[in-house]
């Protein structure tokens, strides 16, 4: 079985095609913009100029290889409405133009199960952090519940603004990591968990004003340190309320190595397992969704065309996972 | 003799003499210097928020002693509320939510396993995740949790529902508000 996957909620445009074991190719154009953050009407028109390029050089490796398509996979949300609704047309285009079905895939769910894929994770607890996201997830009761999630903004997002306070270059995560490596000591920064939830926006406004104090490698220490303690904390209240043995970190701020070093030496003291899948699959691809498409269209779930429609604000608990 | 009686996330219990011991255990994945802050801020606030809510008229442990890592308190003794609770029990702790969110305090894990029955008095134990709020949400979410507890872990869960509802109604003045958030909480599938 193969099935094309199409991402492209924020910056990152992707096509992909996964069978059962691989990834068989994969191409993406991201867009950059010219300076500040992301603009969703410039981005979904970066997303509809390089769509015909990127989708055609997976399709053109399609026919080198003889690849016969089962299915198109599409990130139907959350993400952006404007990019959301660009990858849509695309898919519905080729759903019909090649006569196979539409899966329409929840984009936190696509890293979840891409991660599982690639790390051979069960059951675990996930901690899910990127640009727009900041969750704790368990599977429940059939559905990726909600454990704890920020009540602002996500840690990526925070990173991103502390980092534009000092003149760091976007993205702000891997500057940031990099400068805290060289740090000589911690500056209490605001650690604020709430029941089961987190929040990073006073954190970002924090560090801001630290650094016009402090040495800047010492901020950025003391940033990542405090927030990702934070996140490690839910994760590990998650497993023990879920009794989860394992703990999987995806998304693209997961790419950082601090991170998953914590949450690693977290697993081994309470003597559970962490799982991490390789860099290629933490920030957002198109092989995620093929995959997941491919898992879900296994399972007998396809997306007719007239509920094909995007959704901005998708949650995670909304989707029946009836393939675990 | 010391007997270990409980072990969470974050702290172990234990038990000497009538007297609990509950420590807050450092947690290798963070920095020392933020390790003991959590532990030494969290340690301060639950114990000034157990006695916080006797004030308020909800029998709690009473503090006995506290370090920088550990609180001493009052053992409560008799049964665990999930083994004995009765519609009426269950309308006692309504009245006894409402006092304690009359006074902004959240409890944040408010299962049938932390509240005692003890010489005929209900008593609330484990504070470790309370914290102060006044908000609507958070309140619905501490009634959210019990509500989750009876329909997991009882038979006839509807019934002791509606006597908690009742005491909590009778003792807090917002708590229609509450209940109405309750069922929109519920809607949104979390915190199961």
Redesign the interface.
Known sequence: MIVLGLEGTAWNLSAALVDESRVLVEKSSTYVPAKGGIHPREAAQHHADHMAEVVGNVLQAARENGWQMDAVAFSQGPGLGPCLRTVATAARVLSLRFGIPLVGVNHCIAHIEVGKWNTGARDPAVLYVSGGNSQVLAL??G?Y???GETLDISVGNALDKFARSVGLPHPGGPRIEELARSAGQ?I?LP?TV???DFSFSGLSTAASEAARKHELADVCYSFQ??AF?ML??VT??A??HAEKKEAMLVGGVGANRRLG???D??CR??GGRFFLPERKFMGDNGSMIACTGLIMLRAGVTTPLGQSQVRPGYRT?EVEVVWA | MESEIGR??EAVLTVEDGVVRKLRLP?????P??DE??RHERTVREARIISEARRCGVATPIIMDLSRFEIMMEYIGGVRLKEVVTPELSRQVGVMVGRLHRCGI?H?DLTTSNIMRYRERLYLIDFG?A?H?WGIE?QG?DVHVYFQTLISTHDRAQELISAFQEGYLQSYEKAKEVLARVEEIKA?????
Request: charge should be positive; avoid cysteine; glycine fraction near 8%.
């Open positions: 429940r009761q559905r519940r909600i454990f911690y209490p650690y709430k029941g089961m340190e405090t303690a490690v904390e590990e209240r497993m023990a070093e914590m949450l030496i977290m003291e309470r608990d | 969470g996330a947690k290798s994945y963070r920095v210097e933020l802050q959590i959240v944040g995740l914290y709020d958070a979410v949104r599938g979390r915190y199961l």
